[in-house]
């Protein structure tokens, strides 16, 4: 966030989100109005700016006898490397951001007009001037705009009532607990008090009732332990399922709409996290648009050609921005001060390709927050293979038995550096109540003064995957408990690793779902594969390709295709097991190593060179 006299400065170059997105994030308010510079900011606007403030800060403290390092940030909106709780995948809609998309789609894209056209909309005529070329709206890919179908956004007429009673029913038409609020671009959802909440709006059923298909596409975004409930006309419609990571969802409206007026009403949940100190929770908003439209709501990547293809693109260009901010902020601070090392904020989930592509290609080191909390063995995995170190922080204030698992996780993963978080007199009351440091002193002596040996096997956690959205990376990851109680550690890798060859370091690459697989991909794989590695792919490993769904370009390397098999048994090395998932149909030079018990192949492996494919049809 930048200050009121940055602001003031530049107004126009300030970053602006999707016009249909609350951004709210971190539990709170969030980034609702705070201003942050534009990614795409030209460094020399940025030099009376952020790197004007990072240029005196520096300037000041590098030869101070104190500083050991410096921690680099530039990923605002949001926070660590720029995407955290619905803020970095709805932004750059400014007018800075605009000219630089359409300067990104030709200079890095190498589209021209006809071949945009044809690629987003199969028309090579679409576009008759650059200026047509707007950035597709990040909520609009399901049910909205950007998908294929006719589609109307319900923006108009809301009202709003809390729900916080614990009622179930929402208040009657007229009743004076409703009272009106805007939707986005208006934010004015976050001066209403947090929590569960009703949200009601009339609209006109018109030419939509008699369609043989319509359908309700709700894009609330809400993130909690309880569902979000729809009523259509007074009567219950349907409940989302609760999900702490809630995507969107659909429902048919087939022979539910009225010709005249409709009434439709959410409730959205409470959240999760309390507010501080007031028994209240967060939540309670629609972050995102409702829309209704004429065909059943897709997500990436069923949509169709053309629009997976403009949800890539635009994925592809907000990730290329975060990238850019850094690498001006990294270059500028090395011809400050070259001798400190950097440390770098990094996101678990989108980013992480570019994230290591930063951190190896100067030097910097990734640091997680939230060491207590949860075991993220990601940034010292790839570190390994990449050669940078992993480095962590708290979330907040750990004691006793979170510190001794903290500890544990860090020595077991080799971090280099750790920040105690947030205020040091908590750590020394902690000793003082419980001797914790005392009593670790040894194992403290030992950290950050040894490298772990290089593992013979490395897990493919692929960061395009995580950049489009897919959650099967998070889902079919090995390495966080499968095989430490196994016995084998292991080195992580993703793109960046596997196309830079550093994965010839292990003897066997271990997929984590990797679903959607681009050529360069495939044939980093094939490289790795002759040249003498074990690669083993999962049920869905290759599925799709970036633009078509079921494309299944892993079959380039293994001369068979997946299909969908139901669950059953399947027998191998005279055992039986219980699973789901495809079989693997026969090909040339496939050997079945385990089949479902209708004799279909569960297992299969193919050898490529001095090495072998190995594709588990069951997970």
């Given at each position: ?7 003031n ?5 300030m ?6 997105t ?15 510079e ?8 940025r ?17 101070n ?5 410096w ?14 709780d ?5 932004w750059d ?11 990104w789609?030709?200079?890095?894209r ?13 028309d ?30 319900l ?8 729900a916080?009673?614990?009622v179930?029913?929402?208040p ?21 008090p947090w ?5 009601r ?10 369609r043989p ?8 975004l ?6 979000t ?6 009567a219950k ?7 702490n ?16 007026r409709n ?5 959205a949940?409470r ?7 007031a028994?209240?929770y ?8 409702v829309?209704?439209?004429a065909?059943?709501?897709k997500?990436y ?23 850019a901010?850094?690498?001006v ?12 090392p ?39 995995g ?9 480095t ?26 750790h920040?105690?978080y ?5 750590y ?10 005392t009593?670790?002193?040894?194992a ?20 395009r ?10 889902n ?9 109680s ?5 080195a992580?890798?993703?793109?960046t690793?596997?196309?830079k ?7 066997v690459l ?14 980093a ?5 002759e ?9 869905q ?5 970036r633009?078509?769904p079921?494309a299944?370009?892993?079959s ?18 005279d055992r039986e ?10 090909a ?12 279909a ?7 490529i060179g ?6 588990l049809?069951s997970?």
């Amino acid at each position: 966030e930048v200050p009121l006299w940055i602001y003031n400065r530049m107004p126009d170059a300030m970053m602006r989100p999707s016009p249909t997105t609350l951004i709210g994030a971190w539990g709170g308010a969030g980034p609702g109005g705070a201003h942050f510079e534009s990614w795409w900011l030209p460094p020399q606007q940025r030099e009376s700016g952020t790197l004007w403030f990072m240029q005196r800060a520096m300037e000041r403290y590098r030869d101070n006898p104190a500083l050991s390092s410096w921690h680099l940030y530039a990923g605002s909106p949001g926070a660590e490397f720029g995407f955290h709780d619905r803020s970095g995948e709805f932004w750059d809609y400014s007018p800075v951001g605009e000219a630089a998309f359409r300067g990104w789609l030709r200079d890095v894209r190498k589209y021209d007009l006809r071949r945009l056209g044809s690629a987003w909309y199969g028309d090579p005529g679409h576009f008759k001037s650059w200026d047509q070329v707007e950035i597709p709206d990040a909520n609009a890919f399901f049910g909205g705009t950007e998908s294929s179908g006719e589609a109307v956004r319900l923006s108009d007429g809301w009202q709003w009532a809390s729900a916080r009673t614990g009622v179930a029913n929402p208040p009657p038409v007229g009743d004076p607990s409703w009272m009106p609020v805007a939707m986005p671009p208006s934010q004015e959802q976050l001066l209403l008090p947090w929590g569960e909440a009703f949200y009601r709006v009339e609209f006109d059923g018109g030419a939509w009732s008699a369609r043989p298909g319509a359908w309700l596409a709700c894009n609330a975004l809400v993130r909690s332990t309880q569902p979000t409930i729809v009523w259509l006309n007074g009567a219950k419609l349907f409940e989302a399922p609760a999900s702490n990571d809630a995507p969107p969802f659909a429902v048919s409206l087939a022979g539910k709409l009225k010709p005249g007026r409709n009434e439709l009403i959410l409730r959205a949940p409470r959240g999760n996290q309390e507010i501080a100190g007031a028994n209240e929770y967060r939540e309670g908003k629609l972050f995102g648009p409702v829309y209704l439209t004429a065909t059943e709501p897709k997500r990436y990547p069923y949509l169709d050609e053309h629009a997976n293809t403009r949800f890539a693109d635009l994925k592809e260009w907000q990730l290329a921005g975060i990238v850019a901010v850094h690498r001006v902020m990294l270059d500028q601070a090395i011809a400050i001060d070259p001798d400190h090392p950097f440390n770098l904020s990094g996101s678990a989930a989108q980013a992480s390709e570019r994230m290591t592509e930063l951190a190896e290609d100067y030097g910097a080191s990734v640091q997680h927050t939230g060491r207590e909390a949860w075991y993220h063995p990601w940034w010292p995995g790839i570190g390994l293979l990449g050669g940078f170190y992993g480095t962590s922080e708290e979330s907040a204030t750990a004691s006793t038995a979170k510190l001794t698992r903290e500890l544990g996780w860090m020595l077991m993963d080799g971090d280099s550096n750790h920040n105690l978080y947030h205020s040091l007199e908590d750590y020394q009351l902690e000793e003082q109540r419980t001797g914790w440091f005392t009593r670790n002193q040894r194992a403290i002596q030992c950290f950050g003064k040894y490298l772990r040996a290089m593992p013979q096997v490395a897990i493919f956690r692929s960061g395009r995957n995580l950049d489009l959205g897919s959650r099967e990376p998070w889902n079919w990851d090995l390495g966080r408990g499968e095989l430490q109680s196994a016995h084998f550690d292991n080195a992580y890798a993703t793109e960046t690793e596997l196309l830079k060859g550093l994965t010839d370091a292990g003897k066997v690459l271990i997929d984590a779902g990797t679903e959607i697989m681009d050529d360069d991909v495939v044939q980093a794989l094939h490289r790795y594969i002759e040249r003498g590695g074990i690669f083993i792919a999962l049920h869905q490993t290759g599925r799709h390709s970036r633009t078509t769904p079921d494309a299944q370009p892993l079959s380039r390397l293994t001369g068979w295709r997946a299909v969908p098999h139901a669950a059953g048994k399947l027998s191998w090395a005279d055992r039986e097991f219980t699973g789901s998932g495809v079989a693997l149909e026969p090909a040339p030079g496939s050997v079945a190593v385990a089949r479902w018990n209708d004799g279909a192949i569960a297992i299969a492996s193919r050898r490529i060179g001095k090495g072998q494919i190995i594709q588990l049809g069951s997970s």
